[in-house]
């Protein structure tokens, strides 16, 4: 796994994980990848600090103490990083969750954004439903008050699943 800082048209930096250098510049060109704040695709490597270490000879062996935010912490204190297997394992409860969420959730695939506005507006009863839109028709969903939210993990379309 490679971990890029990337930037968006405005200027928003958020980090992303991917497979290979390869892997990141495939989805770049197939548009795959948007912004998670301002949902822009217009996306580019952002510069990043390298994560130099220091000579073995050199060091005090002591380790720098990852700092887990409890729940009640928005944002861990300047300079602390959680250790990558703490970052893993809130990672893998996360992806539980929206799992568990997607069992009791209908798929409908393309047709998410006219089911949604169905819902919305009382043509059809509501129960939960998860699908593919575009960030346009998703905007514009937002805009008429529709409830929706972006899924937090990546998450492949049924009939891509082998």
């Given at each position: 796994?490679?971990?890029?800082d990337?930037?968006?048209s405005?200027?928003?930096?958020?980090?992303?994980?991917?497979?290979?250098s390869?892997?990141?510049?495939?989805?770049?060109?197939?548009?795959?990848?948007?912004?998670?704040?301002?949902?822009?695709?217009?996306?580019?490597?952002?510069?990043?600090?390298?994560?130099v270490?220091?000579?073995g000879?050199?060091?005090?062996?002591?380790?720098?103490?990852?700092?887990?935010?409890?729940?009640?912490?928005?944002?861990?204190?300047?300079?602390?990083?959680p250790?990558?297997a703490?970052?893993?394992?809130a990672l893998?409860?996360?992806?539980?969750?929206?799992?568990?969420?997607?069992s009791?959730?209908?798929?409908?695939?393309?047709?998410?954004?006219?089911?949604a506005r169905?819902m919305?507006?009382?043509?059809?009863?509501?129960?939960?439903?998860?699908?593919?839109?575009t960030?346009?028709?998703?905007r514009?969903?937002?805009?008429?008050?529709?409830?929706?939210?972006?899924?937090?993990m990546?998450?492949?379309?049924?009939?891509?699943?082998?």
């Open positions: 796994m490679i971990v890029f990337l930037r968006c405005s200027e928003h930096v958020f980090e992303a994980w991917f497979g290979s390869a892997a990141y510049d495939e989805q770049r060109v197939r548009g795959l990848l948007s912004c998670p704040l301002c949902g822009d695709t217009q996306i580019s490597k952002a510069v990043m600090a390298p994560n270490g220091i000579k000879n050199r060091g005090t062996g002591a380790s720098v103490p990852a700092i887990v935010p409890s729940a009640g912490d928005a944002t861990l204190p300047p300079g602390k990083v250790a990558p703490e970052v893993k394992a893998q409860v996360l992806a539980q969750a929206q799992a568990k969420m997607l009791q959730s209908k798929w409908v695939g393309r047709a998410f954004a006219d089911e169905a919305h507006d009382g043509s059809v009863e509501q129960a939960p439903i998860h699908g593919q839109t960030i346009a028709e998703a514009a969903l937002v805009d008429e008050g529709v409830p929706i939210a972006p899924l937090p990546p998450f492949l379309p049924p009939e891509t699943v082998n």
